[in-house]
């Protein structure tokens, strides 16, 4: 079987009756089974998507099916799923079963989707290669030693490969993004607000957005039409009108893009990259449009926000995982668990990884009294900064384009551990051009560029105002011929 790559061909086979949902989803479950050394599903729900696809079908039959008829999904280990395990690729998590679904999940489910299981991605969504999960990282397709970006590295892979036609992720500093860049595939993170985050597993909350990734901008735009818009839930969730993004279309003159100088210009950028960019922005001058170099000024200060404020808002988030409510405790027989602190403290100790463990410190050091002006109030002050400068941008652009990341894949092991000399840093720069979305709350979609002359993947980012996303996918689309 050729994996479908847009739902359109599926909807057109589904229509000649040349197949149905039930031998569609029979086809993604030899292909999963086929491709398990990548190790991209944490868990597969073989039987209910069988279920699900024949109850679909009798729909399509009886005319009385929904939008999303025939698409067969993935959702990311942090999204709850009524009744199905959520385990944030964590090990805190152990025998949790969610109680409730995701108001995004559930306007898929309202709409037909097939869901044929639950995603590996990085502990809590904090990573960029998918090897802080307790399952075990996940493998990019096109090279199985490389890894697939992260923290939504199994939705990526999982779309790269065929193994569904379309993902839900989370982005909370480029986890959409940046493993679709990897991985040759479409991200797109919506607006701040854009999407509910009820159910979605906390992060950073006022950075977390939920994204779809797909073969397609088209499909990307469809599953954000469907998921988006107010709820009674989410507090935070806007109550703008959503727009049909799907039909969308860019405004009737040229458009005035900027680019980010050092995207094309820093050594930082891998060579492959900064020649694929250049070719972008020269074709797009080229078709009639101002495409014009900008420095944010604020550049080296993305990162250190980003950390600041989302291991702060991680380390409050994070508390709740005690071993008492949730999932894994340490075993009570262990004599040094015999009161409660010591319950506390071990069972986080051994639930968390390392890397969780990292930002929780991180965090609760950002928030401590003697520091909290230092560095918690401090970085709000520079996030304030960042927006204004991005808004300003924005009074002269339609559109802040760079590449998605300054590599594109690397290896297994690469960055980690003693290979980056113990330095995470090395990992965290891996999200330079994608934070700066988070950071100030707008929309921004990752679209495949070609690729290095190794085969490996490269991605075009493009970011627009809040609420913009018709226009992102407008020129999404054009540029990817669509
Ligand atoms: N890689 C970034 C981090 O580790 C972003 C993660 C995300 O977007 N969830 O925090």
């Not at 929904?66 to 990311?76: E, F, P």
């Not at 037909?112 to 904090?126: K, L, P, S, T």
């Not at 006022?206 to 954000?224: E, H, K, M, Q, V």
């Not at 959503?242 to 820093?266: F, K, M, N, W």
Request: proline share 4%.
């Amino acid at each position: 079987m050729t994996p479908y790559r847009s739902f359109s061909a599926v909807q057109a086979d589904l229509k000649s009756g040349s197949i149905t949902c039930r031998q569609l989803v029979e086809q993604y479950l030899t292909r999963i089974e086929d491709h398990k050394s990548l190790n991209v599903f944490t868990e597969i729900y073989a039987d209910e998507a069988r279920q699900q696809a024949d109850a679909v079908d009798q729909k399509l039959t009886a005319g009385t099916a929904g939008k999303l008829a025939g698409m067969v999904i993935g959702i990311k280990d942090v999204l709850s799923y009524s009744g199905h395990g959520v385990r944030a690729g964590s090990r805190i998590l152990e025998n949790f079963t969610a109680q409730f679904t995701a108001t995004a999940v559930q306007r898929l489910l309202n709409e037909d989707v097939i869901i044929i299981g639950r995603q590996n991605c990085d502990e809590f969504a904090m990573g960029s290669s998918n090897e802080n999960s307790a399952f075990g990282p996940v493998r990019n397709a096109v090279d199985p030693d490389r890894v697939p970006g992260g923290s939504s590295g199994g939705s990526a892979v999982a779309v790269q490969a065929g193994l569904c036609l379309a993902s839900i992720g989370s982005d909370t500093g480029g986890s959409v993004r940046q493993p679709a860049a990897f991985c040759g595939v479409v991200g797109l993170k919506p607006t701040y607000g854009r999407i509910s985050r009820w159910g979605l597993i906390a992060y950073a909350s006022s950075f977390d957005c939920i994204g779809p990734i797909a073969n397609t901008a088209d499909d990307a735009a469809l599953l954000l039409e469907i998921m988006a818009g107010a709820d009674e839930f989410d507090s935070t969730v806007s109550s703008n009108s959503v727009d049909t993004y799907t039909t969308a279309h860019l405004p009737d003159r040229p458009l005035r893009i900027a680019y980010l100088r050092d995207g094309v210009e820093s050594e930082g950028v891998d060579q492959s990259i900064r020649e694929a960019t250049l070719n972008r922005i020269q074709a797009l001058q080229k078709a009639g449009h101002t495409v014009e170099p900008i420095d944010l000024t604020l550049l080296k200060y993305l990162l250190p926000t980003y950390y600041i404020l989302t291991t702060a808002e991680a380390s409050s988030n994070l508390s709740r995982f005690d071993g008492v409510r949730y999932g894994y405790r340490s075993m009570p027989t262990n004599t040094s668990t015999s009161d409660l602190l010591s319950l506390y403290k071990k069972s986080r100790t051994e639930g968390f990884g390392a890397e969780v463990r990292r930002r929780i410190l991180l965090g609760t050091f950002a928030l401590s009294a003697s520091y909290y002006d230092a560095y918690y109030t401090k970085a709000q002050q520079v996030r304030r900064l960042i927006r204004q400068e991005t808004e300003r941008l924005f009074e002269k652009y339609d559109f802040l384009l760079s590449p998605t990341t300054p590599t594109p894949a690397f290896r297994l092991g690469e960055k980690t551990g003693r290979n980056s000399g113990e330095d995470p840093l090395q990992m965290y720069l891996a999200d330079i051009f994608t934070v700066q979305a988070n950071v100030v709350g707008y929309p921004a979609i990752s679209i495949p560029n070609g690729t290095d002359a190794n085969g490996l993947p490269i991605g075009l980012q493009l970011m627009a105002p809040p609420f913009a996303e018709g226009n992102l996918v407008a020129l999404a689309k054009s540029l990817q011929g669509e």
